[in-house]
Each structure stands twice: as C-alpha cells, then as structure tokens.
C-alpha cells in the first residue's frame, strides 16, 4: 500500500501532566492480584534466571548480615587489648585482629560479587520482558481494528509502549530484589539482635511502632497537599502548553494579560500546596531519625550495663547498633517496595488490557489470491453504521468496471471517505457486500487486499529520511532510477534538485522543511511508484496551488490509465474527465453518470458545481 492512514510521528497529545497520557503518579490497578497474576505467568519462561536471583540475593544479604557480628569480635579484641595494656597483663593482637578483618573482607567481597551477578540476571529479565512486551504490542497494533485508533488519542496508544512498559519493567527490576534483600535482611538481623540480647531486641523493636506512628501522622496530614501539588501540576503544565501551542491566537486577540492572571492564580495554588507536601515530607526524616536516636540511646545503655555483667562483650554493642540500623532499613525498603509493586501491576494491568483487545481477522479459509485481482469493484446493497444502531450508509449500489475513474462527490459528512474505508476493509459492512472482480473482500486475507490499494490522503504522511527514502517506501525493491522517474511522473523533480542535497536531502521529524504542497507531490510519487491496480485518492490536490494542481492532473490521468481509481474531490473542476461520477448525500447516491449528463440533469451536482464557479 502505498499510503497509510495513520501519520507517522504524530504530533503526541499530552495529559495535564505535560507528558504522554498514561498512568498517572500513584495510579492503582483496578485487579492487583489479576494483574500480578498475570505478570507472573507471562515470566514463566524466565522462571531459573528468577532462581538465582533469589539464590543469590539471599546469599548476599547473609554474607552482609554476618559482617557487624565478625566486626564485634575484631572491636572486643581491640578493646581487651587495651584493657591488658593499661592493666600490664598484656596487648593488642594485630594478628589475631589482622586475621579477623581478612575474614570480614573476604565476606563482603562475596557478598558484593553476588550481588552483581543478582542484579546482572535481573536486569537481563527485565529488559527482555520489557523487548517482550513492545514486540507484541508492535505486533498487536497492526492486528486491531481502525475503530480503536479511532476511539482513542495518540498519546494514549504510544503511552502503552513508552510509559507502561517502562514503569513495569523498572518497578519489576526494582521491586523484587529489594523485596527479596528486605526480608532476607529483617529475618537474618532479627535473628543475629536475639544471638545477641533478646532484651536489647526487645527495645530496639519498641521503637518500631512509635516511629511508625508517627510517620503515620505526618503522612496522614501531608497527603492532601501532595493531592493538590499532583492537581495544581496538571494544571499548571496544561495551562503552559495549551499557551505556547496557541501563542498567535492570544496575541492575535490581546489576551495577555488575562492568560497572565490565570497562570498566576493556578501558580500561586501550586505554590501553596508544593511548600506545604513539601515540608511535611521533610518532617519525615527528622522523626524517624530522633526516635532512631532515642533507640540507639537506650540500646547503648542496656548493652553498657549487661558488659558490665558481662552477659555481652563490648563488640556485640556496636554491632547491635549496626543491626538495628540495618534492621529499620528494610522496613522502609517494603514500604517502598509495595508502592513500586501498585505501579508496577497498574502498568502491567494496561499493558494486557492493550493486549487482550479485540483484533481483526487477518486470515480466513481458503482465501482468494489477491494477485489477480484486476480491478473491478461493484458495491451491493451496501448498509454500515459506526454504531450499528446508527446506520449511516444506507443502501448503497455502484458498479465500476476495471480501469475506470470514479469520482465520489458530496456534501461533508456524506459518507465519501466511509466508502473508501469500507473498500479497504477498515470497517466492515454491516449488510450487502462489496465485490472485487467479482468476490466479496471478506473472502481475501485483510494484508493481501490492502496491498491492492495506493492511496494519497488530504493529510500527507513524511517520516524523518532522506526524499528518496520517503518515496522509495512506495516500493522498498525499486532502484534510483525508478524513484527519479516515479518523482518526475508527479511533477516533483524539479522541484527536488532545488533543494539543499536533493533527492538526499534530509526530512525531519515533521518535514516541515518542506512546503505543503511540495509534500504532497512527494506522497503522490510515492503512490506511482508503488503501481498498485487500485488507487484511492481522498483530496489529493488540496494541498497545491492552481498550476501545479494541473501539473498533477496530468500525471494523475497518466497514472490512472488501465488502473480502477477512486477520487473524492470537493473541488469539482478536477473530475470533470471522471468516467463515473457517484454524487452522495446522508449516505446514500442521488446521482450518478459523468459531467456532462449530470449538468444535463439539472440535479443535485448541478448546483454543487454552479456553486463553485458563482
């Protein structure tokens, strides 16, 4: 096919939040466990990689939890040592201490070698779920029907491929290490503060529950602001877009001022919630920090008074203190972790809901060769509705015959480009058929039939190349000089070799380094070049002045020779050589015939052509 209907690169509608509509800061799935479910299946076939994460995972975590308690025994040596010295009974033994640190080195060696290759595996897991996940979705678009598209922004469908698989994929890399290090880490750590002194365990987890409640507070006080900083956001954002993208209508209408106003009553709210989120997030730290505090005081005491007693060596004091350090650690790691997994489900939720979406039949039995196809198209009794309680198209007939060039006249909303869409089995017809050569398109594969079609739409569609990329996608085989040919049957050549680089020149993103109507001459060469037997042409001058208009008409009747060409036009004066012309109102035709019987009728074209030419 050699124009599509979907522009490439569209421009991305954007969310209140200035970035692509998708899943919003702490947005929730609506089915948690389906969608973890889910995401647990679908990394079945990764399920001994996930193994030896969590071997060695667990194995790092231990080799670091025994640290602090090898250390103690290095620091109580030291301390006994010290102790002899003062007293004449003896000293330090730095080999002893030499041997203890070598151990303790060796630990955390293997503890973070194995933590490289846990999150070496990992991060191969993710991004091929992640590669896993564009592939299908790539692969999905191309199997969903228009009326998706239609129904749905650009932003929203790209969102599926950027945002969500990148949210799960980070979330999922993210979230179960740190699940499986945070549990690992509390369970060991409980474990070597009870080998220690289950009274100063007992103290230390006292602590938990009053930090925890406190934080509550500050949370339960600070979530509305961080509510309201989210919505002044959007706001915000939506505002300095919605400006900058109409900047020549404020200024062409004096509104200034005003859109200045607005943006600093939206500013100011934004200002009072963000300082406020802000500094009760702020309180955080500090709370959990003097509560901390208030522990690692009460577990100094304790543990001064039972090595007084010596029920504990003088190192099981500091390495308590480093296990309960490691021990609150975790704790806020799960908390974290459960807001990364919300996340990680609400993506993988839209991710399978765009997956799981209804497709269109590709295929059917026995299908019909499309190569044959020569180019004889008859509309039966055609009956279609967008809404199958509204049907739009009434009771459609026509008969064109092979190399004819049939025009589709009519008022907006007439149906002109439904019929088009229809052809090409975008949408299906909801009663009737529509026969190619003589079959119904039902019976040919969707892929094969579209590739029947050229089309040249009213909105041109360029991606970032070279020109003589751009027109070589009408036909990826054809040489240099099919393409130079295909450019000079469009009337473009000349205009090309003017440029910087030629047929070489580089497009951008948008093309906007080239005019409209040059773009449009470079989408009609595409279609030459692509030499399909049918051609659909919606506007395919609308975008030219009046002369070069001609010089495509003169190249299009070329072009159309031998081929079965549908043109919708609203400008009458360039289908007036149309073999049939079909004049649609509301649906249905009124008239057919060529230009000259339907002036002769005095109908319903008649008036549409004097109206132009009044």
């Known amino acids: ?219 339960k006080h600070s979530q509305k602001y961080f509510i309201a900083q989210q919505a002044n956001l959007g706001n ?35 200002y009072e919630s963000a300082w406020k989120s802000q500094f ?70 839209r991710v399978f809901e765009f997956l799981e979406e209804e497709e269109e039949d590709q295929t059917v039995e026995n299908p019909i060769p499309a190569g044959t196809i020569e180019g004889q198209v008859t509309f039966d009794h055609v009956q279609f509705g967008y809404d199958p309680e509204q049907i739009i198209v009434k009771d459609f007939s026509a008969k064109v015959e092979k190399g004819q060039m049939v025009a589709i006249v009519g008022p907006t909303g007439a149906g002109k480009t439904t019929m088009v869409k229809l052809l090409m089995r975008f949408y299906d017809v909801n009663a009737g058929q529509i026969l190619v050569d003589g079959n119904d398109i039902r019976r040919f594969n969707r892929s094969e039939l579209r590739e029947v079609f050229g089309m040249v739409l009213q909105d041109t569609w360029l991606f970032k190349g070279t020109i003589m990329e751009n027109i070589r996608y009408g036909n990826l085989d054809a040489t240099d000089e099919q393409v130079i040919a295909a450019a000079k049957a469009a009337k473009a050549d ?41 051609l659909i042409l919606d506007e395919a001058t609308s975008s030219v002045d009046t002369r070069t208009e001609a010089q495509i008409q003169k190249a299009m009747n070329n072009l159309m020779k031998g081929r079965t060409s549908f043109v919708i036009a609203h400008r009458l004066s360039t289908i007036k050589d149309a073999d049939l012309i079909l004049v649609m109102k509301d649906g249905d035709i009124l008239e057919q015939g060529n230009h000259k019987e339907l002036l002769e009728k005095q109908g319903f074209y008649a008036s549409l052509y004097q109206s132009q030419f009044a």
């Open 1 to 219: 096919m050699a124009e599509q209907t979907t522009p490439q690169r569209p421009p991305m509608r954007r969310g209140h939040m200035g970035g692509p509509r998708g899943m919003m800061p702490g947005e929730k799935p609506k089915n948690f466990k389906a969608s973890i479910g889910k995401m647990i299946r679908y990394m079945g076939n990764y399920k001994i990689g996930i193994v030896f994460v969590m071997l060695f995972a667990c194995g790092s975590t231990i080799f670091n939890i025994i640290g602090p308690k090898i250390l103690s025994k290095a620091t109580t040596e030291i301390f006994t040592g010290l102790i002899g010295q003062i007293s004449g009974t003896g000293g330090i033994d730095f080999t002893k201490i030499g041997k203890i640190l070598t151990l303790l080195l060796g630990i955390y060696l293997i503890s973070s070698c194995m933590n490289f290759v846990q999150g070496w595996i990992m991060s191969g897991i993710t991004q091929k779920l992640s590669y896993r996940f564009r592939k299908e979705i790539s692969e999905k678009i191309n199997r969903m029907p228009l009326k998706y598209f239609e129904s749905k922004t650009v932003g929203e469908v790209l969102s599926r491929i950027t945002n969500d698989v990148d949210t799960l994929g980070q979330s999922l890399n993210q979230s179960i290490t740190t699940l499986i290090t945070s549990i690992t880490t509390m369970i060991g750590v409980l474990i070597m503060m009870l080998s220690i002194s289950p009274l100063m365990t007992l103290i230390a987890l006292v602590m938990l529950p009053v930090s925890g409640g406190l934080v509550g507070l500050v949370v």
């Open 236 to 270: 915000i954002n939506g505002k300095v877009e919605e400006v900058i993208s109409g900047q020549n209508i404020v200024k062409a209408f004096n509104r200034e001022e005003i859109v200045k106003e607005e943006f600093t009553e939206i500013n100011d709210k934004l």
């Open 280 to 349: 009760f997030s702020g309180l955080m730290m500090p709370v959990m920090s003097f509560v901390g505090n208030l522990g690692y005081v009460a577990v100094a005491v304790v543990g001064a008074m039972l090595t007084i007693r010596q029920v504990i060596e003088i190192g099981d004091i500091q390495a308590f203190i480093q296990y309960v350090r490691n021990f609150t650690q975790p704790i806020t790691q799960v908390a974290q972790v459960s807001n990364m997994l919300q996340s990680m489900a609400a993506a993988a939720e």
């Open 494 to 534: 000349s205009f090309i070799r003017t440029l910087p680089g030629g047929y070489q020149m580089e497009l951008n993103e948008d093309a906007t380094n080239v005019s409209s109507g040059q773009k449009q001459l470079l989408t009609i060469a595409r279609a030459i070049l692509a030499d399909n037997p049918i």
